[in-house]
């Protein structure tokens, strides 16, 4: 990064976190010296407490916000139907019917989607990266007719 805009980038960080500091004193009304002197102290435990309580606030929701990134993969993958749980008609068959059939992933699926109709199983060589092992592995979760059904 060229010097002029590391210090472009600095001179913004530090600008933003002047204006957090200043907004987090005006909330937490710490910005008035010459009341803090004649404060009880009750009133700067009152303080202190609104500041532990914003404190927890931003660590909840960082750590919320760490959780839903982290297991956010998980719910979306539990949309579909388990991989392999499927026999799919290659004919008919949806892109997340086709994703469920191990070895098929998104692109592939829209791949066999493009090359319709197929006369049978061994038509989806002609699909780039379909081939000899890779055809055998999926011919037990495909068929061309039919519906797609629950496998046994």
């Known amino acids: 990064m ?7 980038v600095l001179s913004v960080m530090i600008t933003m976190s002047n204006n957090l500091y ?5 909330i937490l009304d710490f910005d008035k010296h010459r009341r803090a002197k004649r ?4 009133a700067r435990k009152f303080d202190v ?5 914003a404190a927890g606030a931003v660590i909840a929701l960082a750590s919320a916000t760490v959780w839903l990134i982290r ?3 998980d719910v979306a993958d539990s949309f579909g139907p388990p991989e392999g749980s499927l026999i799919v008609n290659i004919n ?3 892109e997340a019917e086709l994703v469920s059939v191990p070895g098929i992933g998104p692109t592939r699926a829209a791949q066999v989607i493009a090359g319709r109709p197929y006369k049978s199983v061994d038509d989806l060589e002609k699909i780039a990266g379909i081939a000899g092992k890779t055809l055998e592995s999926l011919r ?5 007719d039919g519906e797609t059904r629950q496998r046994n």
Request: net charge positive; glycine share 0%.
């Open 2 to 8: 060229p010097r002029r805009q590391a210090h472009s």
């Open 22 to 26: 200043f907004k987090l004193m005006a």
């Open 39 to 42: 404060q009880s102290k009750s």
């Open 49 to 53: 407490q609104k500041l532990l309580i």
């Open 71 to 73: 297991d956010a993969k």
């Open 92 to 94: 008919a068959a949806s």
């Open 140 to 144: 037990p979760f495909v068929t061309v």
